[in-house]
């Protein structure tokens, strides 16, 4: 259930969809992050009323490994999109994606 409301697990499926037909990177991305938007909103709402744990628990799994995600991916972010690795990155990871899937 905590996959959930931290993301559906299908964006990389569709970001990278996206990119093998020809949209850009930064698009792929943004419309991937908008998709998982309800999914997140409706699974925390259905794991807070289905169980009994306090907010603060909640915050804490929740927001704590979002602040180190967004320092650690920010710079990588940055470092991947100047150099123009983005593609060949996605590449790899499909491919192990696609390894491990089967």
């Known amino acids: 259930m905590l996959e959930t ?3 559906g697990g299908f964006g ?6 996206q990119i093998i037909f020809n949209h850009s990177v930064r698009s792929s991305v ?7 938007i309800p999914v997140c ?3 925390l709402l259905v794991f807070a009323a289905f169980t009994r744990i306090s907010s603060s628990t909640i915050f804490i799994i929740v927001c ?12 990588l972010t940055v470092m991947i999109s100047q150099q123009n690795y983005a593609e060949k990155i996605i590449g790899i990871v499909m491919v192990m994606l696609g390894g491990q899937s089967l």
């Not at 990389?12 to 969809?17: A, D, T, Y």
Request: glycine fraction near 20%; charge should be negative; proline fraction near 6%.
């Open 5 to 7: 409301f931290i993301g």
């Open 12 to 17: 990389p499926v569709v970001v990278s969809g």
């Open 30 to 36: 943004a419309i991937g992050d908008i998709a998982e």
């Open 41 to 43: 909103i409706i699974g």
């Open 64 to 75: 704590i490994p979002a602040v180190i995600g967004s320092l650690i991916g920010s710079h």
